[in-house]
């Protein structure tokens, strides 16, 4: 289950990035509750999470093919400073009371260049610390702190919003950027396994783009990631409006729904690294369980049940990213990974610029228990998309 974990510099890096992703875990929720509490609109905080991820889908193909280039190291060590800086700019603003919406939208969308570069290049980094046969086991584990960070962040961010206020949660995140500093900086250089860098020539990135094309273990878990990035991975704006306006709750509820949600996705990650199996085969039996479990949110008729449909979307979320990302990793060549692991990030990320306006309004017109059931006819739909092609993407 940690075998990944052996690896010296493996252990070094996912320590500070845990950390790190703690702290961006305590903005996305300041970020949320900010707009909420400027605006009170479902459609403007969609809107302001889509300008925080439409960078990640207008840029991320294009930052694949730097990752590709350019050592990822050096790639990573400019990203997050650049995305500590634009944290400290934004808590300055709430800290001194001149925060505007327009202020949190600009920055949202200075967030999401920076982390259209840096995305891909943390995926793929993966595999150069620690080979390519661990590589299975350190996505899942990489998955999993991604999801503990869940548990945490927005736990500290309830704290600190109840306590000393908004804008210090976006001093809190700025503040974690330099853990994931200091553990690049720690690194055995001897102990990597660097991929050589794509030299530059033209075509290159459509080149990536027919190579992703060409093998069904990698198109089709896009396709499918795609689906459900757009419409069910939405939880930044339907949490907070199920939290607020369908059951009335305070600021906290929202922390706590999306506590449970990472909870439930460090059970699933565990559960996924002791398991070991990829696969579209086992990725659309992940998307019918998500579904599923986005259905039981939906249909939640008090916040107690909804925390508990939480914890099992967490679980199944969890299970469908960490298999969908080592599958696709595992089938695709080192020098194209880049670019393959930026589509990915597209697929999962960028889509939210699309999804989020759609969740937004959608939840403003009906109620956030119908942009819910949206996503889980998304996932049903993704599952529809792998079946088809489930045997013979299993071969990976």
């Not at 990752?67 to 050096?74: E, L, Q, S």
């Not at 260049?113 to 995305?119: C, E, I, T, Y």
């Not at 330099?178 to 900086?185: E, K, M």
């Not at 990597?192 to 033209?202: E, F, I, K, W």
Request: glycine fraction near 10%; hydrophobic fraction near 50%.
């Amino acid at each position: 289950m940690f075998t990944a974990l052996s690896v010296p510099n493996f252990r070094r890096y996912v320590a500070g990035q845990s950390l790190s992703l703690i702290g961006t875990w305590v903005e996305t929720v300041a970020q949320a509750l900010l707009v909420l509490r400027l605006t009170h609109s479902g459609t403007l905080l969609g809107l302001t999470t889509a300008a925080r991820y439409a960078p990640l889908l207008l840029l991320s193909p294009y930052a694949g093919l730097m990752v590709d280039r350019f050592p990822k190291r050096r790639v990573l060590l400019a990203s997050q400073f650049g995305l500590g800086l634009v944290s400290v700019v934004l808590g300055t603003s709430v800290l001194t009371g001149s925060v505007r919406l327009w202020q949190v939208i600009v920055l949202a969308m200075l967030f999401g260049m920076f982390s259209a570069v840096d995305n891909p290049a943390r995926q793929a980094f993966v595999q150069e610390l620690v080979g390519h046969d661990l590589v299975r086991n350190a996505v899942t584990l990489n998955s999993t702190s991604v999801n503990v960070a869940r548990v945490i962040g927005p736990t500290i961010a309830a704290v600190l919003v109840s306590t000393v206020g908004i804008g210090w949660c976006f001093m809190a995140n700025a503040a974690s950027f330099g853990f994931v500093i200091t553990s690049l900086l720690s690194l055995d250089n001897r102990a990597l396994h660097p991929s050589a860098p794509v030299d530059r020539a033209r075509g290159q990135f459509r080149a990536g783009l027919r190579y992703a094309a060409s093998r069904t273990s990698i198109i089709r878990p896009l396709l499918m990631m795609a689906l459900i990035g757009t419409f069910a991975f939405e939880f930044e704006v339907s949490l907070p409006l199920l939290a607020e306006k369908t059951f009335r709750g305070s600021e906290t509820t929202y922390s706590w729904l999306l506590a449970a949600l990472g909870a439930g996705a460090v059970g699933g990650g565990l559960y996924t690294a002791y398991s070991g199996r990829t696969g579209v085969k086992r990725l659309t039996k992940a998307s019918v369980a998500f579904g599923i479990a986005v259905g039981l949110v939906a249909a939640a008729p008090t916040i107690a049940t909804a925390t508990a449909a939480c914890a099992l979307t967490g679980a199944a979320s969890i299970i469908f990213l960490a298999t969908g990302n080592a599958t696709i990793q595992i089938a695709s060549k080192p020098d194209y990974r880049g670019r393959v692991t930026a589509l990915w990030s597209t697929a999962l990320i960028g889509s939210t610029a699309i999804g989020s306006p759609i969740i937004g309004t959608l939840s403003d017109a009906a109620g956030a228990r119908y942009a819910l059931l949206l996503g889980t006819a998304a996932c049903l739909c993704a599952a529809a998309v792998g079946s088809r092609f489930g045997r013979v993407s299993n071969l990976v």
